[in-house]
């Protein structure tokens, strides 16, 4: 089994608000060992780690993409979600795009739709890293 140190999860749609499901999955991230980049257009740091403002500046092959913005933001990042290349995208409740699904699987991008959170929680997404 891989070692989660090892492990990097990029989270679209960062929150420095605490009551935030992003903010949550983070904070839980952080706790469990893995590797966070959050990524927030305007917002400084989350949790004492640095934003990256836009996909672009993500490093490339992260283990897991986790989406908490709306449909119609992810839409448009259809080709900057592709360049940056991740095994596995969770698209969380509320953040559904069938569209961008299928162009993300057709680009050889494994789509799960599934609350990081819970996923956490209750100890399923190490087996989402090494599956």
Known sequence: MMHPTMNTVV???ASDKAERYSNRAQKLLMEQGFSVVPVHPTLETVEGVPIVHILADVPRHPDV???YVNPEHSAALVDDIRAVAPKTVIF???TEHPGLESDLT???IRVIRACTVTLLVTGQFKSIIIS
């Open 92 to 94: 969380n409740p509320g």
């Open 65 to 67: 993409l986790t989406v």
């Open 11 to 13: 989270i679209l749609g």
């Open 106 to 108: 057709a680009s050889g």
